[in-house]
């Protein structure tokens, strides 16, 4: 015992343990740990096998009273730090048994400079993936756990900020490198053991003083998941959208009164738009409206037809609108045939308003919670929400392109400039004459060499992803943030903002059903409903996401996935009727079929006549 707690309690032994047999571990730098962390997590995991309890009490006694206290904390050779990256590795830390470990290990990395912060921070980063998961996971489960203890606020609220802060860490240094998924460090149980939308209110109202602020969860937005960030991005915009529905209220009882016009003009942005010139007549509303009234939920009026809008027709709405504007009669975007994306073009007739009027119609999705087709890479995510882009996502647009560069980086024979023979500029076309750009001043008498290639191809990524695109880009910048400019949507990752504009493909069928709720007689076990299952299950992909058109006016799904579908089937007609859907509703009007025959015969047919509303 007396030699176990010798060594468990002393920092050298520690920072001495574990080392490369060879002559890996000098110089030890940032760079190199100079530790076998595969040979350190064996061998440290078989104290889980030790029966006897005493021992464990021991180590946990020893670390925490002997040897937390004792860590490092001034820099005077970096591999005094070892310790601090093979602590983890103990079970005394990652199976929970000792809370307070953990706790006061995040507290004393806290306590460090930057510098030394940044040394630990990338030696974690060079650990096995799995290990480091395994570190977040520790932290995430202490969070929940102490949520759901009956300790003070107070209590929680320390123990919480110190370990958010610890993985705030680990998640800013994950920006730079992108090891691990963001759904890494996301905590779901969170928004059953808080009000995310009080913590949001209050959140808001102290960002601007500069006093000791009270813990809030939105300072950490990177543990909210998907559905978090949904509900206070609704909680925002409903807030929104009503302040500037009481606004045109209150302002529409004042110039005329004797005049009292329809609440429908004042409250709701509504929109008259003929399907004919649906581009020209959605411009001449928009363009003149301030934000104010972007800001008002939006309702859309079809020429010369009967439904009012409670969803359904905005659906179709923006279905028609893009699918007219993304015509390639208007050059506004260039289609890349591999990747099946849309990028600006870099030569385009149209005026910069239009431009503005994509990214309006984008905002407007997000801010009314209708999904839209638009086909664009995370790229554009990521420019909106002010992050770089490289060849990474140049690659998920142009792949072709993308990988000839990939070759180019591993090309290590001396002929380099003879096989590639490249210079610093690029060939666009323009109206089908070819034009050389140079990407540096004098590009075009500039080589491409093994030396600076890396130079020449983020270049090339700049030039397409950003310089040829700067203006075009900004325009619909500026059309998305007149109606999204907000305080939640920054909390979004790329990824995340790119399923609330255009949903997603993860399609569950089977989910689909399970949510399905019955009404006017129908159940689960009803013959009807039986068959109406059967025969969709054996529809093709197509048909399946023409039936969603269908039926939700989208054949992408939410963000939350099928689940937030919620569609409704209920009885109606005979068996000489189509079904019938209320798009607005999600609600399928199916009648009582008899037969699995007629039943898909009538509900192809419905599937593939879906243009236009009118009064059922």
């Known amino acids: 015992m007396t030699n176990a707690e010798t060594i468990f309690a002393s920092p050298a032994s520690w920072n001495c343990s574990f080392l490369f047999p060879d002559d890996r571990h000098i110089p030890s730098t940032w760079k190199n740990m100079g530790v076998d962390l595969k040979h350190a997590c064996l061998t440290l995991s078989k104290l889980e096998n030790v029966k006897a309890s005493s021992l464990h009490d021991l180590i946990d006694q020893v670390i925490f009273k002997d040897l937390l206290p004792k860590l490092p904390h001034q820099l005077k050779h970096v591999e005094i730090l070892r310790v601090y990256v093979l602590l983890p590795l103990l079970p005394a830390f990652y199976l929970g048994r000792n809370q307070l470990i953990p706790i006061f290990y995040a507290d004393r990395i806290q306590s460090l400079i930057p510098q030394l912060i940044s040394v630990i921070t990338h030696w974690f980063f060079d650990s096995p993936i799995e290990q480091l998961e395994r570190l977040i996971s520790v932290y995430k489960r202490i969070v929940v756990t102490v949520l759901e203890s009956n300790q003070s606020k107070g209590q929680k609220d320390a123990v919480i900020r110190n370990c958010l802060q610890f993985l705030s860490l680990l998640h800013k240094h994950n920006k730079t490198c992108f090891k691990l998924s963001y759904h890494t460090f996301t905590i779901p149980q969170i928004t059953d053991k808080i009000d995310i939308q009080t913590d949001y209110y209050s959140w808001l109202q102290e960002k601007a003083q500069n006093r000791a602020r009270p813990l809030y969860y939105c300072d950490f937005a990177f543990v909210f998941d998907a559905q978090a960030k949904t509900i206070l991005l609704q909680f925002e915009q409903r807030l929104r959208m009503e302040n500037a529905m009481r606004q045109a209220a209150t302002t529409s009882l004042f110039p005329f009164p004797f005049f009292q016009p329809d609440p429908m003009e004042t409250q709701f942005l509504t929109l008259v738009v003929s399907r004919q010139n649906i581009v020209q007549d959605t411009l001449g509303c928009l363009y003149k409206l301030n934000t104010n009234d972007l800001k008002k939920p939006l309702r859309i009026k079809f020429v010369q037809e009967e439904a009012e809008d409670a969803g359904g027709v905005k659906k179709e709405f923006f279905l028609l609108l893009i699918r007219e504007i993304l015509d390639p009669k208007y050059g506004m975007f260039h289609y890349y045939e591999d990747s099946r994306l849309i990028w600006f073009s870099e030569i385009s007739l149209e005026d910069q308003v239009m431009y503005y009027l994509i990214g309006l119609l984008c905002g407007l999705a997000i801010y009314n919670f209708t999904i839209i087709n638009l086909p664009f890479p995370l790229a554009l995510y990521k420019k909106l929400l002010g992050e770089n882009v490289d060849l990474m996502d140049f690659k998920e647009l142009n792949p072709t392109v993308a990988r000839s560069f990939e070759n180019m980086l591993e090309y290590a024979d001396h002929d380099f400039e003879d096989v590639f023979t490249l210079c610093f500029e690029v060939s666009i076309?323009?109206?089908?004459?070819?034009?050389?750009?140079?990407?540096?001043?004098?590009?075009?008498?500039?080589?491409?060499?093994?030396?600076?290639?890396?130079?020449?191809?983020?270049?090339?990524?700049?030039?397409?992803?950003?310089?040829?695109?700067?203006?075009?880009?900004?325009?619909?910048?500026?059309?998305?943030?007149?109606?999204?400019?907000?305080?939640?949507l920054p909390l979004f990752h790329p990824q995340e903002l790119q399923a609330m504009v255009t949903g997603n493909e993860d399609y569950d069928w089977g989910d689909l059903e399970r949510t399905c709720t019955y009404k006017g007689g129908y159940s689960a076990t009803d013959p009807t409903i039986l068959l109406f299952w059967e025969v969709f299950h054996i529809l093709s992909l197509l048909e399946k996401k023409q039936f969603l058109v269908f039926l939700t006016g989208s054949d992408r799904i939410p963000i939350l996935g099928m689940k937030a579908l919620k569609i409704i089937i209920q009885p109606a007609g005979n068996e000489k009727h189509l079904p019938v859907a209320h798009t607005c509703f999600n609600l399928l009007d199916l009648p009582r079929y008899q037969t699995s025959e007629r039943l898909k015969y009538k509900l192809t047919q419905a599937i593939q006549h879906n243009h236009g509303f009118s009064l059922v």
């Open 429 to 488: 076309d323009v109206f089908g004459t070819t034009k050389t750009v140079p990407l540096k001043p004098n590009g075009s008498n500039i080589s491409v060499t093994q030396e600076n290639r890396a130079e020449f191809i983020d270049l090339y990524v700049g030039y397409f992803l950003n310089v040829s695109v700067h203006e075009h880009f900004e325009s619909f910048k500026q059309g998305f943030h007149k109606v999204c400019g907000n305080n939640i």
